[in-house]
């Protein structure tokens, strides 16, 4: 089985939640890494998402230690939108 992973750079202009996340983060911009495999026997390639994970400040550490969490890709697509739509 062949897997990917696709790296992006989100930012959120607002602290947010995440589901998955027990705490609040602090607007800034965040890891995104996307694991997906090729689904197997097609004429073409396709591939399927099997997880993502964010990278985020250890809470409570000093510095840059930083600790990675698996989250849902709705539950991401969720919080950027409701960072987007939030007011300053």
Same mark, same amino acid.
């Given at each position: &089985? ?6 992006? !750079? ?27 495999? &090729? ?13 993502? &994970? ?18 849902? !890709? ?15």
């Amino acid at each position: &089985m062949t897997i990917r992973s696709r790296h992006e !750079s989100v930012t959120f202009k607002h602290p947010f939640h995440i589901r998955g996340i027990a705490r609040e983060l602090p607007a800034g911009r965040y890891e995104v890494v996307t694991d997906e495999e &090729m689904i197997e026997g097609l004429s073409f390639a396709a591939w399927r998402r099997v997880a993502t &994970m964010i990278t985020v400040p250890k809470e409570g550490a000093r510095g840059d230690i930083t600790e990675v969490h698996a989250i849902g !890709s709705v539950d991401l697509a969720d919080a950027q939108r409701i960072d987007a739509t939030a007011h300053d």
